[in-house]
C-alpha cells in the first residue's frame, strides 16, 4: 500500500477518548463481531463469555491494530485481527483478576468475583482457545503464529512477576525484563499484524511493531507511577496496591537506591509483607528524592525510542495517528501533578 498522510494531519488528541474517536466506526464494527463470537461459545458458557466481551475499556491494542493498518473503511481481516489481540488481553485480565484476587473491574465485579476462581480460570482459557481458533481461520499461519507466541510471552512475564512478589532481590533488568513480556509485547504484536493486514510494507510493519513495543513499556511504567501519584476518581482504582502487594516498579525500585540503610531495610519490610505498608511515608520520600521526574524520564525515553521507529516512515498515513499516541501518554503524564 502507498497511501500517504493526508495534506491536513488529524486535530490534536488531548486524551485517549480525543485519539479514539478517529476509530469509532472501526471500534463499532469491532464490538459486533465479538458479540458474534458469543454464539461460537458452548451454551452453557455463553453468558460468562459475555460477561467478559464488555466495551468499557480503552481497548488501545485494537486501536493499534486499527491505527497501524488504517484505512477509512477497515476490511474484516484487520477486524478479525483486532478481535484477535482483544479476545487474548481479555483472556490475562480474567487471569490476572484471579492471581490479585481482585473484585472489581471497570465498575463491576470481576469475572473471578461473579462466577468463583476455578470456573474463572478456564474461562479464560475458553477466550485464549477462541482467539487462536480466529486466528487459524486466515490463509497463512502468520496469524496463529504470533499470537500464540505473544500469548506465550505474555504469561511468562505474569509468571515471572507473580514469582517475584514479595521478593526484593530484584534489578533494573529484571523488572525491565517483565514489563517487555507482560505489556509491551502486545502492543508490539498489534501494531505488527495491523500494519501486515493494512497491506503495508514488510519495513513498516516491522517499524510499527518497534513502535508499539517501546509504546507498552512507556505505558506500563507509566502505569506503574500512576498507582502512587494519579488520583483514584481519574485512573479508577486504589493507589499504593504496588507497594501493598509486594510488588517492585520503578518509582519504588528508584526509591531505594535513594534510602539508607535501615530505610531501605524498612521499605523492603514492607514489600515482603512482615510490616504493613506506609504509603504516605513513602510518597514524602518519593518527594524529596524528586522520583516522580526520575520515572518521566524514563517514560520520556521510550517515547522518543517510538517515535523514532516511524521516522523513516512519515508520509505514510498510519504514522499520523500513531503518532498522536505518545503526545496522549505526555498529557496523561502532565495531569498526575
Known amino acids: 500500500m502507498t497511501a500517504t498522510a493526508a495534506a491536513s494531519s488529524p486535530p490534536i488528541a488531548r486524551d485517549f477518548a480525543d485519539v479514539f474517536t478517529r476509530v469509532a466506526a472501526h471500534m463499532a464494527a469491532l464490538d459486533g463481531f465479538l458479540r458474534e463470537q458469543v454464539a461460537s461459545f458452548e451454551p452453557e458458557i455463553r453468558e460468562m463469555a459475555d460477561y467478559c466481551i464488555d466495551t468499557t475499556g480503552k481497548r488501545i491494542r485494537p486501536a493499534l491494530v486499527f491505527f497501524a493498518g488504517w484505512s477509512d473503511e477497515p476490511p474484516a481481516d484487520l477486524i478479525r485481527v483486532a ?22 473491574r471497570r465498575g463491576r465485579p470481576t469475572a473471578a468475583r461473579k ?147 535501615a530505610e ?3 521499605l523492603e519490610s514492607e514489600l515482603q509483607g512482615t510490616a504493613e505498608p506506609k504509603l504516605a511515608l513513602r510518597l514524602a520520600q518519593m518527594e524529596q528524592h524528586a522520583i516522580f521526574s526520575a520515572v518521566v524520564t524514563e517514560i520520556e525515553n521510550e517515547l522518543i525510542q517510538a517515535e523514532r521507529a516511524l521516522v523513516l516512515h512519515s508520509q505514510q498515513l498510519p504514522v499520523t495517528h500513531l503518532a498522536a499516541l505518545p503526545m496522549v501518554l505526555r498529557a496523561q503524564l502532565a495531569a498526575l501533578r
Open 264 to 266: 531501605r531495610s524498612d
Open 115 to 261: 462466577y468463583g476462581p476455578a470456573a474463572a480460570v478456564l474461562l479464560g482459557d475458553a477466550l485464549f482457545a477462541h482467539a487462536l481458533y480466529l486466528a487459524a481461520r486466515f490463509p497463512t499461519t502468520e496469524v496463529c503464529a504470533a499470537v500464540s507466541e505473544s500469548t506465550r510471552r505474555v504469561c511468562a512475564g505474569e509468571i515471572v512477576q507473580t514469582l517475584r512478589r514479595r521478593t526484593t532481590a530484584i534489578t533494573r533488568a529484571d523488572y525491565d525484563r517483565v514489563i517487555d513480556l507482560k505489556t509491551a509485547e502486545l502492543f508490539r504484536v498489534s501494531c505488527a499484524l495491523g500494519a501486515r493486514f493494512g497491506g503495508y510494507s514488510t519495513a513498516f510493519a516491522a517499524d510499527a511493531a518497534r513502535f508499539g513495543r517501546h509504546l507498552g513499556i512507556a505505558y506500563q511504567i507509566y502505569d506503574d507511577l500512576a498507582d502512587f501519584f494519579g488520583r483514584e476518581q481519574r485512573i479508577g482504582k486504589t493507589l499504593g496496591t504496588d507497594l501493598a502487594s509486594g510488588k517492585l516498579t520503578l518509582p519504588l525500585l528508584l526509591l531505594r537506591e535513594h534510602l539508607n540503610p
Open 83 to 104: 478481535a484477535v489481540v482483544e479476545l487474548v488481553h481479555l483472556a490475562t485480565l480474567v487471569h490476572d483478576d484471579i492471581m490479585d484476587e481482585a473484585a472489581v
